[in-house]
């Protein structure tokens, strides 16, 4: 196993970008960043980015915008590299000619935020930086096609921005929206991977009247809506048309892998749906790549075995395939979606970082290179992690 193999890259970890702040400092509605008094006089930053948020919403401070910080928590905790992401709500809020530009100028931000990084200590014939990202698309209701299309192009020109993030609504219709087809097939052709991440979950009604603060929007509401993006661009065809598509999503999925066979057994029974697809809808699974933001090694532990069987599932197979957990975690990558989640005191480390390592540590199945794959050989070659 080469040093590279062995270094802990985190492909979940968000930065507000001093511009996306500024902008949020400007704003009066959600998403924006609000100043309040405290009891004692002091000024506090809150950043509110989902209607009714609890408290007021939450706390905000350097570590969401700067560098600094960021590295300072890859320190503390062992933390090689990150490919870090611009938080949610991204530009979804914005009408079209100002998401384009801004989208232009965070690129270039965040390509000047990573390029400028620090390197790592790892030996061998590549330099490696300790920062790379994910890019921004436009992707707001009216934009055009060729807007969009132009920055996808830069992000694939910017040479330490490798994908780009996305939510789940598309330019207003969803990700299986036949007018996506151009820009799914140029980020294809670019090889970017994109980082499906949620934002608006499901309806608020579902939480009923208790006042659970952020457990329920957050525990379930986000993953659902993972959940219920992926398996509409299954059943749209997305990944028969773009096979070498590469799709990440937050959360490890969120309950696909639990609920995939009576997504199968579904499709099946419905030919509208069936008639879409070349292969049953469980082969689309192994097509896809998971954070390893579960918390637990039984949850990972099944999701690998999911995405293992996957092959098993291709049109024409008749033999049943037994899951492979090895197999399976190739395609599953460490994560702490910082800085949000931060602890109590900050003497502690992190309970993002510290118990999703450990969840990454006692899967059954896995063999220690598995595992070393999961904390980052996996992320050095998904994202080709070399200068």
């Given amino acids: 196993m080469t040093m590279a193999s062995r270094l802990l890259v985190d492909v979940h970890t968000h930065v507000y970008l001093p511009r996306y702040a ?21 000024s506090e930053d809150r950043l509110l980015i989902l209607e ?52 232009s100028e965070l690129n270039e931000d965040l390509e000047q935020y990573c390029a400028t990084s620090p390197s790592t200590n790892s030996s061998g014939p590549y330099k490696i930086k300790r920062l790379y990202g994910f890019g921004l698309l436009p992707l707001v209701p009216e934009v055009s096609t060729t807007s969009v299309l132009r920055i996808v192009n830069q992000i694939a020109s910017l040479p330490h921005l490798r994908g780009l993030i996305m939510g789940t609504r598309g330019i207003g219709q969803g990700l299986d929206d036949e007018a996506l087809d151009p820009v799914w097939a ?16 499901v309806d608020g009604s579902a939480w009923g009247d208790k006042d659970n603060g952020h457990v329920l929007p957050l525990a379930l509401g986000f993953p659902f809506e993972t959940t219920t993006s992926a398996t509409r661009l299954i059943l749209s065809g ?15 999925g969120g309950a696909l892998a639990a609920l995939s066979s009576r997504l199968a057994s579904c499709i099946d029974h419905d030919p509208r749906a ?12 192994g097509k896809l790549y998971l954070d390893a933001v579960a918390y637990g090694p039984e949850e990972l532990g099944f999701v690998s075995d999911v995405i293992s069987r996957s092959t098993g599932y291709e049109a024409g197979t008749s033999i049943s395939k037994t899951p492979d957990r090895s197999l399976g975690s190739q395609r599953m990558f460490f994560g702490t979606d910082h800085p949000f ?3 109590l005191e900050p003497s502690e480390k992190w309970k993002s970082v510290t118990e999703n390592l450990e969840a990454i540590a006692l899967v059954q199945g896995w063999s220690e290179e598995d595992k070393a794959g999961v904390r980052g050989g996996n992320a050095m070659s998904l994202f080709n992690l070399r200068e």
Avoid: C
Wanted: glycine letters at 6%.
């Fill in 22 to 42: 500024s902008l949020l400092r400007s704003r009066s509605t959600v998403p924006f960043i609000r100043t309040n008094t405290t009891a004692d006089g002091l």
């Fill in 52 to 103: 009714n948020e609890p408290s007021g919403g939450r706390p905000v401070g350097p570590q969401y915008w700067d560098r600094e910080e960021k590295l300072k928590f890859m320190d503390k905790h062992g933390i090689d590299i990150s490919v870090v992401s611009t938080a949610n709500p991204w530009l979804d809020f914005l009408p079209a000619a100002q998401a384009q530009t801004l989208a």
């Fill in 186 to 201: 140029a980020i294809e052709k670019a090889g970017l991977v994109v980082f499906l991440h949620p934002h608006y979950g």
């Fill in 238 to 252: 997305v990944f028969d048309r773009f096979p070498n598509l590469r799709l990440l999503l937050a959360h490890s």
């Fill in 274 to 285: 069936a008639s879409r697809l070349k292969h049953d809808a469980r082969y689309y699974l």
């Fill in 341 to 343: 989640f931060p602890p």
